[in-house]
């Protein structure tokens, strides 16, 4: 299976490409397949993200494998699909998904705490904690607060 703070790595890279560049790149990483005897493989996953038709946002997720040649490859890699160029992501950009005042609100959510009192506690509307949140879950992908603390304690964001 994919790690999924690589995918989250991948999108946030991608995301933050400008938009005629965003399918210029792509994640590669290797797992291990099973096949119908129950024999292992390592196979080579790539994944590409595919933009909307006149939108900047992402649309699609492409996964491609294929049998696995390069078996030193122990982790995954962003790669420029067309330079060949290999990107390595700063392993702290995980830090800067959230800013500090979501790290906040989401340290408070993950307390048990509702939006009100969290309002209350930090001085804030409870209009602008709603926003926090629905920030909180779009950077995070999720769906909602239990997701989002799960996913930001795996980022060590929490």
Known sequence: MVCFCSVLDCVHFVKR???????????????????????????????????????????????????MVDMTMDSYRVINSCTGQLIQLDERDDEKILSAREKQVLRLIDQGMMSKHIADMLSISIHTVSRHRQE???????????????????????
């Open 17 to 67: 490409q400008p938009v005629s560049r965003r399918s210029d790149f792509h994640l590669v990483n290797r797992l291990r397949m099973k096949d119908a005897l129950g024999n292992l493989y390592w196979v080579m996953h790539r994944l590409f993200y595919i933009s909307a038709p006149n939108e900047s946002n992402l649309w699609l997720a492409l996964c491609l494998y294929s049998p």
């Open 136 to 158: 909180i879950f779009k950077k995070l992908q999720v769906n909602n607060s239990i997701e989002a603390c799960r996913v930001a304690k795996e980022l060590h964001l929490l």
